[in-house]
């Protein structure tokens, strides 16, 4: 089956869009591959078939943060403003998991943007609800307590009630500190709601979890 019948999200073409589409060929990149660079020139817009891709943003301390995941049916609003706008990539995307993608070069994506509706009526909706989700990472990182975002990261992220993520990979997904994630996480231990290990926070307490994360004070 050619990529685009699989593709995630992205629309019926009419038959010259399809066909400028199906010329591409998808690409396997491994768990940990980096992507893009800050600074590098945006050379597509990336279609993911599979997997899953995290974008970062590290500040001049040297402190990450988490901006956004990109999975298949989503879009990295960075390669997309490149594109239109000319800017180059001021974050790092690593693919989080093993990922198959299409790169779509850069005068394919401008040409589509041009020739059909429906592809561009696709771009323009994923850029839209990626801007959106970046709004609520700007109010919870603005105005939310470092607890209330610990606590609903854990509970998002953990699978059968275990998170396995580093103390320090845990502070660049809600944008805080290695040292403050570890107090934090060290005062909920205490109180009986988690345990951690190494590499691991084990949730004891969801429903008690679930209120801090929901706490506005």
Not at 40 to 68: I, N, P, Q
Not at 186 to 212: F, Y
Request: proline letters at 5%; charged letters at 20%; a negative charge.
């Amino acid at each position: 089956m050619a990529w685009v019948a699989r593709a995630p999200g992205l629309p019926p073409l009419d038959p010259e869009a399809r066909a400028l589409l199906d010329r591409l060929t998808p690409m396997a990149a491994p768990a940990g591959t980096v992507l893009f660079h800050p600074g590098d020139t945006v050379k597509g817009f990336v279609v993911m078939l599979s997997g899953r891709v995290d974008v970062y943003l590290t500040g001049a301390s040297g402190r990450e943060l988490l901006l956004y995941a990109v999975e298949p049916g989503q879009s990295c609003v960075q390669s997309t403003l490149g594109l239109m706008g000319g800017d180059d990539y001021s974050g790092e995307a690593i693919t989080r998991t093993a990922c198959e993608l299409v790169l779509v070069p850069r005068d394919t994506f401008l040409r589509l943007m041009d020739l059909s509706d429906a592809f561009r009526h696709f771009v323009f909706a994923a850029f839209a609800q990626r801007l959106q989700s970046m709004m609520h990472l700007l109010d919870r990182v603005a105005f939310q307590r470092i607890e209330t975002r610990l606590a609903q990261c854990l509970l998002d992220r953990a699978a059968g009630g275990t998170l396995h993520a580093t103390h320090a990979e845990i502070a660049v997904m809600i944008g805080s500190a290695r040292e403050v994630v570890s107090r934090r996480l060290d005062a909920l231990a205490r109180r009986g709601i988690v345990t951690v290990e190494r590499g691991m926070v084990r949730i004891l307490d969801p429903e008690t979890l679930a209120d801090i994360a929901q706490s506005t004070d």
